[in-house]
């Protein structure tokens, strides 16, 4: 045989190996790629289905409307009693602005990180042995706290100005009565803080009666179990906090500028260091939810659109077929 023929038939078999092999590559690509779309898009239409869940999920308390005002006190050279009577001065001027409903301080709020599990202690009536005991968050609040939230008062009394110069109260939520009340009405119960356990705790060995029962909320995470909790009467344990919190008919931003001049009216040296709103601080406890989510939002869309289009490519990646190629019992033939 000719050495000019035999060198074409063998080119010609390598050309044959090569468009099986990109023929078989492509192939596999494609099916890759529609495993691929059917999971992403499965697993969008989940998530999309989860974070609308989460966004009408009930955190116990309401966060529209609600202005975050953050004071520093720091270095305005107040004493604890005179800072005290201009806080409790405060909160009323803060109400009269027109287009605020109530107004409280704390010393954080909701999903902000307070409210953590922090004392043990004992409770009338309830027994448990040592390797049973839990902490309880502990929040120090004033007065009208649960109604700027929205947290409902379910049984009792809120806390007034008047507690500073009574006997130690204290105010409960649903998950501590279930757990140290059996879920019976706690109203009028007594409570003792651990100083044993709990170092450094001001109320030492004296009993805080129960005046109040409120629901749930979410103190940390969105999705975790509601704590067992006691809120304090920040006025009557002396323990001042710096966080403002407004409950607006307009809208929030709105009130910023005439907040921070009532305030500075009265509290000269009382620096403003920080104002949000509740309903952004929230927002970002799902970032990464709302970072994802235009991403699963985009990706439905492009696959619909591309789902939608006569595609003639192979894959992402595939080779597209050449008009010019023609196979004939396997072999292909001169350009």
Known sequence: MPSGRLRHLLCGKAEVGDTWFWSMFG??????????????????????????????????????????????STRSGFTPENLA??????????????????????????????????????????????????????????????????????????????????????????????????????IGKHITVDKNASPGWFGNDQPYEI???????????????????????????????????????ARPESLSETVRRVIGDLLKNVRVSRMTTLARQVGSNIVPERLIAPLAILWRAWHRARRNRNVRAVGLYGRAPDKRDRHSNGARLDR
């Open 27 to 72: 192939k596999g690509l494609v099916m890759a790629q529609v495993a691929l779309s059917i999971f992403l898009v499965s697993s969008a239409a989940i998530f999309l289905n989860y974070l609308s869940r989460l966004r009408n999920f009930d955190l116990g308390f309401h966060s529209d409307h609600v202005l975050l005002v953050t004071l520093d």
């Open 211 to 249: 005046v109040g029962l409120v629901g749930d909320v979410k103190a940390i995470e969105i999705r975790d179990p509601a704590y067992p909790a006691m809120y304090f009467n920040m006025f009557q344990e002396d323990q001042l906090m710096n966080q403002l919190e407004l409950h607006t008919t």
């Open 85 to 186: 009577a201009l806080y409790q001065a405060l909160l009323p001027r803060l109400e009269a602005i027109p287009g605020v409903h109530s107004a409280s301080i704390s010393g954080c709020t909701p999903l902000q990180g307070c409210g953590t599990p922090g004392r043990y202690i004992f409770a009338e009536g309830h027994v448990e042995q040592a390797e049973d005991r839990r902490r309880v968050s502990v929040t120090f609040v004033s007065p009208r706290y649960f109604k700027t939230l929205g947290i409902p008062l379910l049984a009792g009394r809120d806390f007034t100005f008047r507690d500073a110069k009574r006997s130690r109260v204290v105010v409960i939520n649903q998950a501590m009565a279930r757990r140290y009340f059996s879920g019976n009405n706690p």
